[in-house]
């Protein structure tokens, strides 16, 4: 098993640039999630998907969409990049049906500068 | 809501020191418990958890118990290595039915350096 893959791992865009962040998990978890890491503030959830074709807002969604037509994959689109959201990203996935515990598979991140 | 709180960091200690990370948890529910440990330049990956009062969980040396009295669960390990400077992270996740929703919360992080 892959686990958790993101691409791309560095991203530099301009002001304005739109791009897609890709998240793929190959262990057909139906949760899956957007975080973006800053310093000081620790994790904050951007979008979140309980299942293929369901999704919904997290913490700090404003400047991002989501969308799950598969159970694989969960893109995150910055719609027009601002300097503030330069930050590194991680894409996460569990699967807590049926478990006492939710334990978090998390990618190796993608860090973006937007100048 | 629910909310994590963990001690702010850095935490600087020579190798072999005793360590301890304070958490404490509010949660509306029965929580699951986690320490996730994420090395630099890497994504975070689950280091212990525990799903009931007074279940400990333990990994790589690493140990942490489920206190529902205090709301805690610390993270302690008796003697640090110089390569378990990373950044930790207490979660919690709670359970739908309960007033959860899965998704899980997050402390802050705590940094932690081990000098030689």
């Known amino acids: 098993n892959a686990g958790v893959t993101q691409t791309p791992k560095f991203q530099v865009l301009k002001t304005g640039q739109s791009m897609t962040l890709q998240c793929a998990q190959d262990m057909n978890h139906e949760y899956m999630s957007w975080y973006r890491q800053d310093p000081g503030m620790g994790l904050r959830l951007i979008h979140y998907s309980v299942g293929a074709g369901i999704t919904d807002q997290g913490e700090v969604p404003n400047g991002y969409n989501v969308s799950r037509s598969t159970t694989e994959d969960f893109p995150l689109r910055l719609l027009s990049a601002a300097p503030s959201q330069t930050s590194v990203y991680f894409c996460?996935?569990?699967?807590?049906?049926?478990?006492?515990?939710?334990?978090?598979?998390f990618g190796p991140g993608t860090r973006l500068t937007v100048t | 809501g629910d909310s994590v709180t963990q001690m702010e960091g850095p935490v600087t200690l020579s190798e072999e020191a005793f360590l301890t990370i304070n958490c404490t948890y509010t949660?509306?529910?029965?929580?699951?418990l986690f320490w996730y440990v994420q090395y630099p330049g890497e994504g975070l990956q689950l280091l212990l958890k525990?799903?009931?009062?007074?279940d400990k969980g333990s990994n790589k040396g690493f140990e942490a118990t489920y206190r529902k009295e205090t709301t805690s669960f610390h993270l302690e390990k008796g003697s640090v290595q110089v390569s378990d400077s990373a950044v930790y992270f207490c979660?919690?996740?709670?359970?739908?039915?309960?007033?959860?929703?899965?998704?899980?919360?997050f402390g802050r992080g705590t940094s932690l350096i081990v000098h030689p």
């Open positions: 996460a996935s569990s699967s807590p049906r049926g478990t006492f515990s939710n334990e978090q598979y």
């Open positions: 949660a509306t529910g029965y929580p699951s």
């Open positions: 525990a799903t009931k009062a007074d």
């Open positions: 979660a919690l996740s709670d359970r739908p039915g309960r007033g959860g929703s899965y998704i899980p919360t």
